[in-house]
């Protein structure tokens, strides 16, 4: 079956260090992946999204991820953490099937202390 | 361009009454849908609604409904309410069925006592 597995509920860096949130894949087909960030009493905002063509995309707020097949991953990483960036991260998946159905991993919660 | 809107953002309802939840997508999308979030299981996808017609569906029992209007508004329905129903409900849309990029709402807080 189609999973998705975010290693680590909880990841607590300090502010101004790297950030790698972990995610991992099964799927029997290409892949599309997604982070999506939650902020407290807030939906989900899109970060950044693999389709096809580069593996390394760049999104917003700094976060980068890379598709690595070989690895099924797809690990979310930002070189200096801020306050801000404290929320929930959740790594989600679909395929190209026409369908926009998101399988979603458990998510990531990230701590940021001063 | 405004963003996906949901109301109302909080719910307090009673075992056994039912819910109606109402959706905006973004301007110029036409495809909506829905997803569950609760502590327990996380976020799982309910239904997927396209041109007025539902084209997918995910594994919850037939007290979940829903259905969209012609400008893509949509509404989802849970009748019977248990208290498993708590949660918080998202919308979600995209420009077209075969676009992947989902734009979320806010979500709507049911909590049913």
Redesign the interface.
């Known amino acids: 079956a189609q999973s998705v597995t975010q290693l680590g509920s909880h990841v607590s860096v300090s502010e101004g260090a790297l950030v790698l949130l972990r995610c991992n894949y099964s799927s029997s087909v290409p892949p599309?992946l997604?982070w999506?960030v939650q902020y407290p009493?807030?939906?989900?905002?899109?970060l950044l999204?693999y389709?096809t063509g580069a593996t390394l995309v760049k999104g917003i707020n700094g976060f980068e991820a890379e598709f690595k097949k070989s690895e099924t991953s797809f690990h979310l990483t930002k070189p200096s953490a801020h306050m801000s960036d404290a929320a929930e991260y959740?790594c989600?998946v679909?395929w190209?099937t026409?369908?926009?159905?998101?399988?979603?991993?458990?998510?990531t919660r990230l701590l940021v202390s001063p | 361009k405004a963003g996906?809107t949901q109301t109302p953002r909080y719910l307090i309802k009673t075992r056994g009454q039912q819910v109606t939840l109402s959706c905006s997508p973004i301007s110029g999308h036409r495809?909506v849908?829905w997803?569950q979030q609760t502590p327990g299981q996380?976020?799982?996808?309910l239904f997927?609604y396209f041109s007025e017609t539902q084209?997918?569906k995910?594994n919850f029992p037939g007290r979940f409904s829903g259905r969209q209007f012609s400008n893509s508004r949509s509404e989802m329905n849970v009748s019977t309410l248990e208290l498993g129903d708590s949660a918080l409900y998202?919308c979600?849309s995209?420009f077209d069925?075969?676009a992947?990029?989902?734009?979320?709402?806010?979500?709507t807080r049911l909590t049913v006592t």
């Open positions: 599309y997604f999506y009493n807030q939906g989900l905002q899109l999204k389709t959740f989600a679909t190209n026409g369908f926009q159905k998101l399988v979603f991993g458990t998510g | 996906v495809s849908s997803y996380g976020l799982q996808f997927e084209r997918n995910g998202l979600a995209s069925k075969g992947h990029e989902q734009y979320f709402g806010p979500g």
